[in-house]
C-alpha cells in the first residue's frame, strides 16, 4: 500500500558524478543526495544525463576543459608552448549486416535495395 505526505527530505546535493568521454555521446551519470536538515536522513537518487539543461552542459564542458588543462600542466614538459584545441569528436558509423537486419545503426535500419 502506498503512502502519502509531504517529503522532509527538502535539500538536494550532488552525492556522485561519473562521466565518461569514450562514447560518442558523453556519458553523465549522477547520484543525488536527498537529505533532511533537522535529522540529517538522507535518500540517494540516480540519474542519466538525459535531464541536464543546455547551461548544465555548458558548465560541464568549462569543467573538463578545467581538467584537463590541470592534467596537462602536470604532465606535459612543454605544455605552454603546445596550441590547445579542442579535436572533434567523431564515431564510426555502423553499417555491417547485423544492424541491417536488426534495424539498429547510422542508417536507422535501412535495407538497401537488391
Known amino acids: 500500500m502506498p503512502v502519502e505526505g509531504v517529503s522532509k527530505l ?20 549522477v547520484t543525488i543526495a536527498m537529505i533532511d536538515p533537522v535529522s540529517g536522513a538522507v535518500a540517494f537518487l540516480k540519474h542519466n544525463g538525459s535531464i541536464w539543461s543546455d547551461d548544465a552542459q555548458a558548465a560541464l564542458r568549462v569543467f573538463v576543459d578545467a581538467v584537463e588543462t590541470a592534467v596537462a600542466k602536470v604532465t606535459l614538459s612543454d605544455y605552454e608552448s ?33
Open 10 to 29: 527538502t535539500r538536494v546535493q550532488l552525492a556522485q558524478l561519473s562521466i565518461d568521454l569514450t562514447k560518442g555521446a558523453p556519458v553523465i551519470q
Open 82 to 114: 603546445i596550441e590547445r584545441t579542442n579535436p572533434v569528436q567523431r564515431q564510426a558509423p555502423i553499417t555491417g549486416l547485423g544492424e541491417h537486419l536488426t534495424g539498429s545503426g547510422a542508417d536507422d535500419g535501412d535495407i538497401p535495395d537488391v
